[in-house]
Protein backbone atom coordinates (compact mmCIF):
# COMPACT_ATOMS: atom_id res chain seq x y z
CA UNK A 1 0.00 0.00 0.00
CA UNK A 2 2.94 2.24 0.67
CA UNK A 3 4.75 1.87 -2.39
CA UNK A 4 1.52 2.44 -4.72
CA UNK A 5 0.47 5.13 -2.61
CA UNK A 6 4.11 7.10 -3.24
CA UNK A 7 4.42 6.14 -6.73
CA UNK A 8 0.38 7.24 -7.42
CA UNK A 9 1.31 10.90 -5.50
CA UNK A 10 4.62 11.25 -8.17
CA UNK A 11 2.65 10.91 -10.93
CA UNK A 12 -0.46 13.36 -9.15
CA UNK A 13 2.68 15.47 -8.63
CA UNK A 14 3.76 15.66 -11.89
CA UNK A 15 0.22 16.57 -13.20
CA UNK A 16 -0.40 19.24 -10.57
CA UNK A 17 2.19 21.47 -8.77
CA UNK A 18 0.15 22.43 -6.13
CA UNK A 19 0.88 19.25 -4.37
CA UNK A 20 3.68 18.96 -1.54
CA UNK A 21 4.83 16.56 0.55
CA UNK A 22 5.63 16.90 4.10
CA UNK A 23 7.21 13.89 6.54
CA UNK A 24 8.66 14.29 10.23
CA UNK A 25 11.74 12.62 9.43
CA UNK A 26 10.37 9.27 8.31
CA UNK A 27 9.83 7.75 5.05
CA UNK A 28 13.30 6.49 4.51
CA UNK A 29 13.37 4.30 1.39
CA UNK A 30 9.70 5.47 0.74
CA UNK A 31 9.84 9.51 -0.57
CA UNK A 32 13.37 9.43 -2.01
CA UNK A 33 11.10 9.22 -5.91
CA UNK A 34 9.15 12.02 -4.84
CA UNK A 35 12.18 14.24 -3.38
CA UNK A 36 14.61 13.62 -5.58
CA UNK A 37 11.53 14.85 -8.47
CA UNK A 38 10.04 17.88 -6.57
CA UNK A 39 12.44 18.94 -4.39
CA UNK A 40 10.88 22.40 -3.96
CA UNK A 41 7.75 20.43 -3.14
CA UNK A 42 8.82 18.36 -0.55
CA UNK A 43 9.95 19.34 3.22
CA UNK A 44 11.35 16.97 6.32
CA UNK A 45 10.10 19.25 8.97
CA UNK A 46 11.81 17.21 11.12
CA UNK A 47 10.63 15.43 14.60
CA UNK A 48 8.09 18.08 15.31
CA UNK A 49 4.59 16.60 14.26
CA UNK A 50 2.75 19.44 15.66
CA UNK A 51 4.41 22.15 13.41
CA UNK A 52 4.17 19.74 10.61
CA UNK A 53 0.11 19.95 10.53
CA UNK A 54 0.22 23.57 11.12
CA UNK A 55 3.13 24.47 8.34
CA UNK A 56 0.75 22.11 6.31
CA UNK A 57 -2.53 24.41 7.50
CA UNK A 58 -0.71 27.69 6.20
CA UNK A 59 0.63 25.90 3.22
CA UNK A 60 -2.80 25.09 2.11
CA UNK A 61 -4.39 28.62 3.17
CA UNK A 62 -1.36 29.47 0.43
CA UNK A 63 -2.84 27.56 -2.67
CA UNK A 64 -0.73 24.05 -2.11
CA UNK A 65 -2.56 20.63 -1.56
CA UNK A 66 0.01 19.29 1.10
CA UNK A 67 0.49 15.89 1.71
CA UNK A 68 1.48 14.94 5.79
CA UNK A 69 3.57 11.35 6.24
CA UNK A 70 4.55 9.48 9.35
CA UNK A 71 3.85 6.36 10.76
CA UNK A 72 1.09 5.47 13.08
CA UNK A 73 0.02 7.73 15.56
CA UNK A 74 2.66 10.22 15.02
CA UNK A 75 1.03 12.33 12.46
CA UNK A 76 -3.00 12.46 14.09
CA UNK A 77 -2.94 11.82 17.61
CA UNK A 78 0.35 13.43 18.44
CA UNK A 79 -1.08 16.70 16.53
CA UNK A 80 -4.83 16.18 17.26
CA UNK A 81 -5.96 19.78 18.04
CA UNK A 82 -3.59 20.99 15.11
CA UNK A 83 -5.69 19.12 13.05
CA UNK A 84 -8.49 19.82 14.30
CA UNK A 85 -8.21 23.72 14.84
CA UNK A 86 -5.86 24.83 11.63
CA UNK A 87 -6.86 21.51 9.58
CA UNK A 88 -10.40 21.22 10.04
CA UNK A 89 -12.23 24.40 10.97
CA UNK A 90 -10.54 26.24 8.14
CA UNK A 91 -10.86 23.66 5.88
CA UNK A 92 -7.40 23.08 4.79
CA UNK A 93 -6.21 20.98 1.83
CA UNK A 94 -4.39 18.81 3.68
CA UNK A 95 -4.01 15.14 3.68
CA UNK A 96 -2.74 13.36 6.65
CA UNK A 97 -1.19 10.10 5.62
CA UNK A 98 -0.19 7.80 8.37
CA UNK A 99 1.56 4.10 7.55
CA UNK A 100 1.47 1.02 9.34
CA UNK A 101 -2.11 1.50 10.82
CA UNK A 102 -3.54 -1.28 13.39
CA UNK A 103 -0.84 -3.31 14.30
CA UNK A 104 1.38 -3.24 11.10
CA UNK A 105 4.04 -2.16 13.75
CA UNK A 106 3.00 -5.24 15.92
CA UNK A 107 6.40 -5.95 17.53
CA UNK A 108 7.38 -2.47 18.19
CA UNK A 109 4.66 -2.38 21.11
CA UNK A 110 1.62 -0.64 22.19
CA UNK A 111 3.36 2.74 21.40
CA UNK A 112 2.95 2.31 17.78
CA UNK A 113 -0.17 0.52 17.08
CA UNK A 114 -2.61 2.73 15.45
CA UNK A 115 -5.78 2.01 16.71
CA UNK A 116 -7.61 4.75 17.66
CA UNK A 117 -7.24 6.95 14.45
CA UNK A 118 -10.11 5.80 12.78
CA UNK A 119 -12.81 6.87 15.72
CA UNK A 120 -11.32 9.91 16.79
CA UNK A 121 -10.28 11.34 12.99
CA UNK A 122 -14.19 10.63 12.18
CA UNK A 123 -15.43 12.63 15.07
CA UNK A 124 -13.65 15.91 13.49
CA UNK A 125 -15.80 18.24 11.26
CA UNK A 126 -14.88 18.76 7.17
CA UNK A 127 -12.66 15.46 7.87
CA UNK A 128 -12.60 12.81 5.14
CA UNK A 129 -11.40 9.38 6.43
CA UNK A 130 -10.36 6.42 4.65
CA UNK A 131 -8.07 2.99 5.37
CA UNK A 132 -7.72 1.28 1.88
CA UNK A 133 -7.69 -2.52 1.64
CA UNK A 134 -5.19 -3.25 -0.64
CA UNK A 135 -2.39 -1.55 -3.40
CA UNK A 136 -5.60 -1.25 -5.76
CA UNK A 137 -7.85 0.48 -3.40
CA UNK A 138 -4.44 2.36 -1.91
CA UNK A 139 -4.01 3.87 -5.20
CA UNK A 140 -7.26 4.60 -6.47
CA UNK A 141 -8.38 6.85 -2.87
CA UNK A 142 -4.82 8.77 -2.93
CA UNK A 143 -5.96 9.89 -6.94
CA UNK A 144 -9.53 10.48 -5.05
CA UNK A 145 -8.37 12.23 -1.92
CA UNK A 146 -6.45 14.55 -3.42
CA UNK A 147 -8.93 15.76 -5.88
CA UNK A 148 -11.37 16.26 -3.13
CA UNK A 149 -10.77 19.79 -1.81
CA UNK A 150 -10.16 19.48 2.04
CA UNK A 151 -8.92 17.38 4.79
CA UNK A 152 -8.49 14.20 4.71
CA UNK A 153 -6.74 10.95 6.51
CA UNK A 154 -5.51 8.31 4.36
CA UNK A 155 -4.81 5.08 6.64
CA UNK A 156 -2.41 3.06 5.13
CA UNK A 157 -0.42 -0.44 6.27
CA UNK A 158 3.19 -0.73 5.40
CA UNK A 159 4.48 -2.19 2.31
CA UNK A 160 4.01 -5.60 -0.03
CA UNK A 161 0.62 -6.11 1.14
CA UNK A 162 -1.06 -8.72 -1.18
CA UNK A 163 -3.68 -7.52 -4.13
CA UNK A 164 -7.03 -8.56 -3.16
CA UNK A 165 -8.89 -6.90 -5.87
CA UNK A 166 -7.67 -8.78 -9.00
CA UNK A 167 -10.19 -6.61 -11.28
CA UNK A 168 -10.57 -2.39 -10.53
CA UNK A 169 -13.70 -1.97 -8.68
CA UNK A 170 -15.75 1.10 -9.24
CA UNK A 171 -14.49 3.70 -6.79
CA UNK A 172 -17.10 6.29 -5.42
CA UNK A 173 -15.94 9.03 -2.49
CA UNK A 174 -18.26 7.61 0.43
CA UNK A 175 -19.41 4.32 -1.57
CA UNK A 176 -18.45 0.45 -0.14
CA UNK A 177 -17.20 -2.19 -2.51
CA UNK A 178 -19.17 -5.16 -2.87
CA UNK A 179 -16.81 -7.88 -3.15
CA UNK A 180 -18.56 -11.20 -2.84
CA UNK A 181 -22.32 -11.82 -2.77
CA UNK A 182 -23.86 -14.04 0.05
CA UNK A 183 -27.43 -14.91 1.82
CA UNK A 184 -26.33 -15.61 5.54
CA UNK A 185 -24.31 -13.09 6.77
CA UNK A 186 -22.23 -9.71 5.57
CA UNK A 187 -18.71 -9.13 6.23
CA UNK A 188 -18.23 -5.55 6.23
CA UNK A 189 -14.29 -4.82 6.76
CA UNK A 190 -12.78 -1.47 6.77
CA UNK A 191 -8.55 -1.16 6.06
CA UNK A 192 -6.26 -4.52 5.72
CA UNK A 193 -8.91 -6.68 6.91
CA UNK A 194 -10.24 -7.32 4.02
CA UNK A 195 -8.38 -10.37 3.18
CA UNK A 196 -9.27 -11.97 6.11
CA UNK A 197 -12.62 -11.23 5.67
CA UNK A 198 -12.34 -13.35 2.26
CA UNK A 199 -10.68 -16.23 3.78
CA UNK A 200 -13.63 -16.17 6.66
CA UNK A 201 -15.67 -16.55 3.78
CA UNK A 202 -14.38 -19.55 2.12
CA UNK A 203 -14.40 -21.20 5.55
CA UNK A 204 -18.05 -20.62 5.92
CA UNK A 205 -18.63 -21.76 2.78
CA UNK A 206 -16.92 -24.71 3.53
CA UNK A 207 -18.96 -25.44 6.40
CA UNK A 208 -22.64 -24.77 4.28
CA UNK A 209 -23.14 -20.75 4.95
CA UNK A 210 -23.33 -18.49 2.16
CA UNK A 211 -21.49 -14.93 3.52
CA UNK A 212 -20.87 -11.68 1.67
CA UNK A 213 -18.05 -9.33 1.64
CA UNK A 214 -17.66 -6.05 1.24
CA UNK A 215 -15.33 -3.53 1.44
CA UNK A 216 -15.36 -0.17 3.41
CA UNK A 217 -12.38 1.92 2.48
CA UNK A 218 -14.34 5.09 3.48
CA UNK A 219 -15.42 5.58 6.98
CA UNK A 220 -16.13 9.08 6.29
CA UNK A 221 -18.50 10.29 4.45
CA UNK A 222 -19.90 7.17 5.57
CA UNK A 223 -22.14 4.89 3.52
CA UNK A 224 -25.29 5.10 5.24
CA UNK A 225 -27.55 4.15 1.97
CA UNK A 226 -24.92 0.93 1.73
CA UNK A 227 -25.31 -0.15 5.06
CA UNK A 228 -29.37 0.05 5.10
CA UNK A 229 -29.67 -1.93 2.07
CA UNK A 230 -27.22 -4.38 3.84
CA UNK A 231 -29.28 -4.53 6.63
CA UNK A 232 -32.56 -5.06 4.26
CA UNK A 233 -30.85 -7.78 2.59
CA UNK A 234 -28.70 -9.81 5.35
CA UNK A 235 -29.77 -10.69 9.28
CA UNK A 236 -26.37 -10.40 10.25
CA UNK A 237 -23.56 -8.16 9.76
CA UNK A 238 -20.23 -8.20 10.47
CA UNK A 239 -17.85 -5.36 11.04
CA UNK A 240 -13.92 -6.04 10.77
CA UNK A 241 -11.62 -3.47 11.40
CA UNK A 242 -7.76 -3.35 12.57
CA UNK A 243 -8.53 -0.55 15.54
CA UNK A 244 -10.82 0.32 18.29
CA UNK A 245 -13.99 -1.38 17.87
CA UNK A 246 -15.28 1.96 19.81
CA UNK A 247 -16.41 4.57 17.40
CA UNK A 248 -15.02 3.33 14.70
CA UNK A 249 -16.48 1.38 11.23
CA UNK A 250 -18.40 -1.17 13.69
CA UNK A 251 -19.82 2.26 16.02
CA UNK A 252 -20.99 3.68 12.11
CA UNK A 253 -22.79 0.53 11.15
CA UNK A 254 -24.38 0.08 14.34
CA UNK A 255 -25.74 3.71 14.03
CA UNK A 256 -27.60 3.35 10.61
CA UNK A 257 -29.09 0.28 11.81
CA UNK A 258 -30.11 1.26 15.25
CA UNK A 259 -31.78 3.77 13.34
CA UNK A 260 -33.55 1.51 10.83
CA UNK A 261 -37.45 0.73 11.47
CA UNK A 262 -38.68 -2.11 11.51
CA UNK A 263 -35.47 -3.60 12.06
CA UNK A 264 -33.95 -7.29 11.92
CA UNK A 265 -30.40 -7.25 11.07
CA UNK A 266 -28.10 -7.94 14.03
CA UNK A 267 -24.61 -6.04 13.92
CA UNK A 268 -22.29 -7.85 15.73
CA UNK A 269 -18.62 -5.51 15.35
CA UNK A 270 -15.05 -6.96 15.72
CA UNK A 271 -12.10 -5.00 16.72
CA UNK A 272 -9.66 -4.16 19.10
CA UNK A 273 -12.08 -4.97 22.43
CA UNK A 274 -10.26 -1.32 24.77
CA UNK A 275 -6.93 -2.86 25.40
CA UNK A 276 -3.14 -1.96 25.06
CA UNK A 277 -0.95 -5.17 23.93
CA UNK A 278 1.67 -5.06 25.89
CA UNK A 279 4.12 -7.93 24.60
CA UNK A 280 5.76 -7.87 21.23
CA UNK A 281 3.77 -9.45 18.77
CA UNK A 282 3.52 -9.98 15.07
CA UNK A 283 0.89 -8.21 13.17
CA UNK A 284 -1.12 -11.73 12.46
CA UNK A 285 -0.35 -12.78 16.71
CA UNK A 286 -1.93 -9.32 17.41
CA UNK A 287 -4.43 -9.90 15.79
CA UNK A 288 -5.18 -13.39 16.60
CA UNK A 289 -4.87 -11.91 20.24
CA UNK A 290 -7.85 -9.45 19.76
CA UNK A 291 -9.60 -12.24 17.98
CA UNK A 292 -9.26 -10.58 14.39
CA UNK A 293 -8.00 -14.05 13.21
CA UNK A 294 -9.45 -15.85 10.62
CA UNK A 295 -10.84 -19.03 12.87
CA UNK A 296 -12.22 -16.34 15.49
CA UNK A 297 -14.19 -14.81 13.07
CA UNK A 298 -15.35 -17.55 11.44
CA UNK A 299 -16.80 -19.15 14.36
CA UNK A 300 -18.57 -15.96 15.36
CA UNK A 301 -20.15 -15.53 11.96
CA UNK A 302 -21.34 -19.41 12.49
CA UNK A 303 -22.32 -18.80 15.50
CA UNK A 304 -24.48 -15.84 14.76
CA UNK A 305 -26.16 -17.73 11.17
CA UNK A 306 -27.41 -20.79 13.49
CA UNK A 307 -28.57 -18.54 16.23
CA UNK A 308 -31.18 -16.85 13.41
CA UNK B 1 -8.50 62.30 8.04
CA UNK B 2 -6.60 59.27 8.59
CA UNK B 3 -5.52 59.33 12.13
CA UNK B 4 -2.17 59.09 13.75
CA UNK B 5 -1.04 55.79 14.99
CA UNK B 6 -1.39 57.26 18.64
CA UNK B 7 -5.09 58.70 17.49
CA UNK B 8 -6.08 54.80 16.27
CA UNK B 9 -4.60 53.41 19.31
CA UNK B 10 -6.96 55.77 21.50
CA UNK B 11 -9.91 55.01 19.57
CA UNK B 12 -9.32 50.57 19.37
CA UNK B 13 -8.68 50.70 23.13
CA UNK B 14 -11.82 52.79 23.62
CA UNK B 15 -13.79 50.33 21.45
CA UNK B 16 -12.40 47.22 23.43
CA UNK B 17 -13.09 48.43 26.58
CA UNK B 18 -16.55 49.14 25.51
CA UNK B 19 -16.76 45.73 23.50
CA UNK B 20 -15.57 43.65 26.77
CA UNK B 21 -18.25 45.51 29.28
CA UNK B 22 -21.38 45.17 27.25
CA UNK B 23 -20.12 41.59 26.66
CA UNK B 24 -18.78 40.70 30.49
CA UNK B 25 -16.26 39.41 28.66
CA UNK B 26 -12.32 38.55 29.69
CA UNK B 27 -8.86 39.53 28.54
CA UNK B 28 -8.94 43.48 28.35
CA UNK B 29 -5.81 43.31 29.75
CA UNK B 30 -4.21 41.32 26.93
CA UNK B 31 -6.13 43.07 24.64
CA UNK B 32 -4.89 46.72 25.95
CA UNK B 33 -0.98 45.36 25.85
CA UNK B 34 -1.35 45.29 22.20
CA UNK B 35 -3.31 47.97 21.16
CA UNK B 36 -0.14 50.54 19.91
CA UNK B 37 1.12 47.67 18.14
CA UNK B 38 -1.52 46.77 16.14
CA UNK B 39 -2.17 50.66 15.98
CA UNK B 40 1.09 51.24 13.80
CA UNK B 41 0.67 47.48 12.22
CA UNK B 42 -2.34 48.52 10.73
CA UNK B 43 -0.94 52.28 10.14
CA UNK B 44 2.20 51.83 8.63
CA UNK B 45 3.48 48.56 8.87
CA UNK B 46 0.79 45.85 6.82
CA UNK B 47 0.51 45.85 2.73
CA UNK B 48 -3.21 44.89 3.41
CA UNK B 49 -6.19 46.31 1.40
CA UNK B 50 -9.67 46.27 3.16
CA UNK B 51 -11.57 46.33 0.40
CA UNK B 52 -10.02 43.16 -1.07
CA UNK B 53 -9.30 41.07 1.92
CA UNK B 54 -8.41 37.70 0.18
CA UNK B 55 -5.89 39.89 -2.10
CA UNK B 56 -3.25 37.28 -2.73
CA UNK B 57 -0.28 39.59 -2.80
CA UNK B 58 -1.08 40.87 0.89
CA UNK B 59 0.77 40.42 4.07
CA UNK B 60 -0.58 37.65 6.19
CA UNK B 61 -0.76 39.10 10.31
CA UNK B 62 -1.83 36.14 12.23
CA UNK B 63 -3.06 36.86 15.86
CA UNK B 64 -1.30 33.91 17.78
CA UNK B 65 -2.86 34.91 21.17
CA UNK B 66 -6.38 35.00 19.89
CA UNK B 67 -7.96 35.71 23.09
CA UNK B 68 -6.99 39.44 22.26
CA UNK B 69 -9.58 38.97 20.26
CA UNK B 70 -11.62 42.45 20.61
CA UNK B 71 -8.66 44.54 19.93
CA UNK B 72 -7.78 42.82 16.69
CA UNK B 73 -11.93 43.39 15.57
CA UNK B 74 -11.40 46.97 16.95
CA UNK B 75 -8.99 47.96 14.36
CA UNK B 76 -10.09 45.75 11.35
CA UNK B 77 -13.85 47.84 11.54
CA UNK B 78 -11.61 51.27 12.28
CA UNK B 79 -9.45 50.11 8.90
CA UNK B 80 -12.96 49.21 6.90
CA UNK B 81 -12.56 45.93 7.17
CA UNK B 82 -16.55 45.27 8.25
CA UNK B 83 -18.56 47.80 9.60
CA UNK B 84 -17.82 49.13 12.73
CA UNK B 85 -21.35 48.43 14.18
CA UNK B 86 -20.55 45.19 14.18
CA UNK B 87 -18.16 45.84 17.63
CA UNK B 88 -21.19 45.72 19.38
CA UNK B 89 -22.43 42.34 18.74
CA UNK B 90 -19.40 41.29 20.44
CA UNK B 91 -19.37 37.61 21.67
CA UNK B 92 -23.47 37.94 21.53
CA UNK B 93 -25.34 34.91 20.90
CA UNK B 94 -25.72 34.52 17.29
CA UNK B 95 -22.90 37.02 16.43
CA UNK B 96 -19.52 36.55 13.79
CA UNK B 97 -17.73 38.33 16.11
CA UNK B 98 -16.74 34.88 18.80
CA UNK B 99 -14.38 35.77 21.91
CA UNK B 100 -11.35 34.59 20.24
CA UNK B 101 -10.88 35.41 16.87
CA UNK B 102 -12.85 34.22 14.43
CA UNK B 103 -11.37 33.76 10.17
CA UNK B 104 -14.78 34.27 9.49
CA UNK B 105 -14.37 37.53 10.13
CA UNK B 106 -13.24 39.69 7.20
CA UNK B 107 -9.69 40.76 7.04
CA UNK B 108 -9.05 37.28 9.98
CA UNK B 109 -6.82 34.89 8.47
CA UNK B 110 -6.83 32.51 11.16
CA UNK B 111 -8.89 31.54 13.81
CA UNK B 112 -6.65 30.72 16.68
CA UNK B 113 -7.56 30.59 20.60
CA UNK B 114 -5.96 27.53 21.64
CA UNK B 115 -1.93 28.45 22.29
CA UNK B 116 1.03 27.65 20.00
CA UNK B 117 -0.94 27.69 16.68
CA UNK B 118 -0.09 30.62 14.91
CA UNK B 119 3.78 30.78 14.43
CA UNK B 120 3.18 27.18 12.47
CA UNK B 121 0.63 28.24 10.41
CA UNK B 122 3.00 31.30 9.82
CA UNK B 123 5.78 29.15 8.98
CA UNK B 124 4.05 27.30 6.29
CA UNK B 125 2.72 30.45 4.89
CA UNK B 126 6.34 31.68 4.62
CA UNK B 127 7.90 28.68 3.23
CA UNK B 128 5.12 29.23 0.19
CA UNK B 129 6.18 32.64 -0.02
CA UNK B 130 9.70 31.71 -0.51
CA UNK B 131 9.10 28.98 -2.97
CA UNK B 132 7.04 30.85 -4.72
CA UNK B 133 8.83 33.83 -4.95
CA UNK B 134 6.08 35.85 -3.81
CA UNK B 135 6.51 39.26 -2.40
CA UNK B 136 4.81 39.39 0.80
CA UNK B 137 5.37 38.87 4.55
CA UNK B 138 4.28 37.30 7.52
CA UNK B 139 3.83 38.61 11.09
CA UNK B 140 2.55 36.34 14.05
CA UNK B 141 1.82 38.54 17.41
CA UNK B 142 2.63 35.81 20.26
CA UNK B 143 2.19 36.33 24.14
CA UNK B 144 4.71 35.74 26.06
CA UNK B 145 2.96 32.98 28.41
CA UNK B 146 2.48 31.09 24.99
CA UNK B 147 6.32 30.89 24.51
CA UNK B 148 5.55 28.08 27.08
CA UNK B 149 3.82 25.49 24.28
CA UNK B 150 6.69 23.48 22.86
CA UNK B 151 5.00 23.38 19.27
CA UNK B 152 6.37 27.22 19.43
CA UNK B 153 9.91 26.11 19.68
CA UNK B 154 9.20 23.45 17.07
CA UNK B 155 8.01 26.45 14.52
CA UNK B 156 11.37 28.88 15.72
CA UNK B 157 13.78 26.22 15.44
CA UNK B 158 12.24 25.45 12.01
CA UNK B 159 11.79 29.18 10.57
CA UNK B 160 15.65 29.70 11.41
CA UNK B 161 17.00 26.68 9.96
CA UNK B 162 14.48 27.32 6.59
CA UNK B 163 15.99 31.11 6.99
CA UNK B 164 12.58 32.73 6.70
CA UNK B 165 13.38 36.37 6.75
CA UNK B 166 10.07 37.02 5.34
CA UNK B 167 8.80 36.09 8.77
CA UNK B 168 8.29 38.55 11.81
CA UNK B 169 6.93 37.50 14.81
CA UNK B 170 6.39 39.83 17.80
CA UNK B 171 6.19 38.83 21.12
CA UNK B 172 4.12 41.29 23.65
CA UNK B 173 5.57 40.35 26.42
CA UNK B 174 4.06 42.44 29.15
CA UNK B 175 5.44 40.13 32.19
CA UNK B 176 1.90 38.42 33.45
CA UNK B 177 0.29 35.05 32.09
CA UNK B 178 -2.77 33.34 33.16
CA UNK B 179 -2.33 32.61 36.75
CA UNK B 180 1.17 34.80 37.83
CA UNK B 181 4.02 36.34 36.46
CA UNK B 182 5.62 34.51 33.73
CA UNK B 183 9.03 34.76 36.33
CA UNK B 184 6.95 32.73 38.54
CA UNK B 185 5.54 30.40 36.44
CA UNK B 186 7.66 29.39 33.89
CA UNK B 187 10.61 31.48 33.12
CA UNK B 188 11.24 32.98 29.77
CA UNK B 189 14.68 34.52 30.37
CA UNK B 190 16.96 34.54 28.74
CA UNK B 191 14.34 35.66 26.13
CA UNK B 192 16.10 37.51 23.35
CA UNK B 193 19.67 34.77 23.85
CA UNK B 194 16.78 31.95 23.17
CA UNK B 195 15.77 33.39 19.98
CA UNK B 196 19.35 34.55 18.56
CA UNK B 197 20.43 30.72 19.38
CA UNK B 198 17.55 29.37 17.22
CA UNK B 199 19.21 31.23 14.54
CA UNK B 200 16.54 34.65 14.78
CA UNK B 201 17.50 38.25 14.54
CA UNK B 202 16.11 39.78 17.78
CA UNK B 203 15.22 43.49 18.78
CA UNK B 204 13.90 44.76 21.92
CA UNK B 205 11.65 47.32 22.33
CA UNK B 206 9.26 49.46 24.36
CA UNK B 207 6.09 48.12 22.76
CA UNK B 208 4.32 51.61 23.35
CA UNK B 209 6.87 53.60 21.50
CA UNK B 210 5.33 54.76 18.49
CA UNK B 211 7.89 55.94 17.19
CA UNK B 212 10.01 52.60 17.81
CA UNK B 213 7.88 50.62 17.08
CA UNK B 214 7.16 52.05 13.37
CA UNK B 215 11.21 52.23 12.74
CA UNK B 216 11.76 48.90 13.72
CA UNK B 217 9.06 46.98 12.19
CA UNK B 218 9.75 49.98 9.09
CA UNK B 219 13.17 48.25 8.44
CA UNK B 220 12.16 44.34 8.23
CA UNK B 221 13.94 41.57 7.71
CA UNK B 222 16.55 42.76 10.15
CA UNK B 223 19.07 40.91 8.61
CA UNK B 224 19.31 39.23 5.54
CA UNK B 225 18.54 35.03 5.89
CA UNK B 226 17.05 35.04 9.31
CA UNK B 227 13.67 35.15 10.27
CA UNK B 228 12.92 38.50 12.86
CA UNK B 229 11.56 38.91 16.18
CA UNK B 230 10.56 41.66 18.18
CA UNK B 231 10.57 41.22 21.76
CA UNK B 232 8.11 43.91 22.67
CA UNK B 233 8.47 44.93 25.98
CA UNK B 234 4.64 45.96 27.30
CA UNK B 235 2.43 46.35 29.82
CA UNK B 236 -0.53 44.47 30.57
CA UNK B 237 -3.65 46.67 30.76
CA UNK B 238 -1.49 49.29 29.22
CA UNK B 239 -3.55 52.91 29.10
CA UNK B 240 -6.29 52.27 31.81
CA UNK B 241 -4.16 52.99 35.14
CA UNK B 242 -6.08 50.93 37.42
CA UNK B 243 -5.91 48.23 34.83
CA UNK B 244 -1.99 48.56 34.57
CA UNK B 245 0.12 45.50 35.50
CA UNK B 246 -2.84 43.33 37.28
CA UNK B 247 -3.21 39.50 36.45
CA UNK B 248 -7.10 40.12 37.37
CA UNK B 249 -7.37 41.93 34.54
CA UNK B 250 -6.68 38.96 32.07
CA UNK B 251 -10.14 37.62 33.31
CA UNK B 252 -12.55 40.58 35.26
CA UNK B 253 -14.87 42.75 32.57
CA UNK B 254 -15.12 46.53 33.78
CA UNK B 255 -18.66 47.18 35.50
CA UNK B 256 -20.60 50.34 34.41
CA UNK B 257 -18.33 52.69 36.50
CA UNK B 258 -15.73 51.21 35.44
CA UNK B 259 -16.05 51.44 32.37
CA UNK B 260 -16.86 55.36 32.45
CA UNK B 261 -13.74 55.66 34.63
CA UNK B 262 -11.63 54.21 31.85
CA UNK B 263 -13.02 56.10 29.00
CA UNK B 264 -12.34 59.73 31.02
CA UNK B 265 -8.94 58.26 31.56
CA UNK B 266 -8.26 57.36 27.98
CA UNK B 267 -10.32 61.23 26.62
CA UNK B 268 -7.94 62.99 29.04
CA UNK B 269 -4.71 61.52 27.83
CA UNK B 270 -3.07 63.85 25.59
Known amino acids: MRTSFIETLCELAEKDERIWLLCGDLGFSVLECFISRFPKRF ?46 YHKANVKIVAVGGGFAYGAQGATHHGLEDLAILRTLPNMTVTAPADPVESKAITKLISELPGPCYLRLGKAGEPVVHQTKPDFTVGKMIPVKDGRDALIISTGGMLITALEAQKQTEAKGFSVGVWSSPWLKPFDNEGVMKA ?54 TARNQVGLDTASITKTIIDACQSK | MVP ?131 PYRVFALLSDGELDEGSNWEAILFAGHHQLDNLTVIVDYNKIQSFGTVKDVLNLEPLAEKWKSFGWSVREIN ?64
Open chain 1, 43 to 88: VNVGVAEQNMAGIAAGLAMSGKIVFTYSIANFPTLRCLEQIRNDIC
Open chain 2, 207 to 270: GHDFETIETTLGNLPFEQNRPSVVIAHTVKGKGISFMENKLEWHYKSPKDEQLKDALNELEKES
Open chain 1, 231 to 284: AERYPVIISLEEAQVTGGLGSAIASVVAGLKPRHCQVISLGVPDIFLEKAYCQQ
Open chain 2, 4 to 134: TSQQLAKIIRSHALKMVHQANASHIGSCLSIADILAVLYNKILRVDSRRSDWPERDRFILSKGHAAAILYAVLAEKGFFPKEWLKDYCKDGALLTGHISHHVPGVEVSTGSLGHGLPIACGMALAAKRDGK
